[in-house]
């Protein structure tokens, strides 16, 4: 079973919203840094936006002003609230979490998919 596990994904008009969640209750306390990612069809895993331990963010460029991303510590959720969503938004959107200072020891979710239609 995955430690992550993301929805809210679906099927929308371009200029809607949706708002993605991701269930992260294990390892909450201990891999804080936190972020989505997103792989199109035919495409590489890309960055969308990272939290880091002290709640500071950074976005890709492409989502910048359009997309948020923030931590729910009621719910030990991370969300991704997306506003003004293009076709190009279309892909498979992954949360992650790991130890800060060790991104390259990731843990994934399956993702959930996110279609933006034109």
């Known amino acids: 079973q995955a430690p992550l596990a993301e929805s809210g994904g679906g099927s929308v008009e371009a200029g809607g919203s949706l708002t993605l969640s991701c269930a992260a209750s294990?390892?909450?306390?201990?891999?804080?840094?936190m972020g989505w990612f997103r792989q199109a069809p035919g495409k590489e895993r890309e960055k969308v936006a990272e939290i880091y331990a002290l709640g500071n963010t950074k976005y890709a460029d492409y989502v910048k002003g359009r997309f948020t991303i923030s931590k729910d510590y009621g719910k030990k959720t991370l969300d991704l609230k997306m506003n003004s969503l293009k076709p190009e938004d279309t892909a498979m959107y992954y949360c992650?979490?790991?130890?800060?200072?060790?991104?390259?020891?990731?843990?994934w979710g399956r993702g959930t998919q996110v279609t933006v239609s034109s």
């Open positions: 294990e390892y909450w306390y201990r891999r804080l840094c």
């Open positions: 992650a979490n790991w130890l800060c200072g060790l991104p390259n020891d990731r843990y």
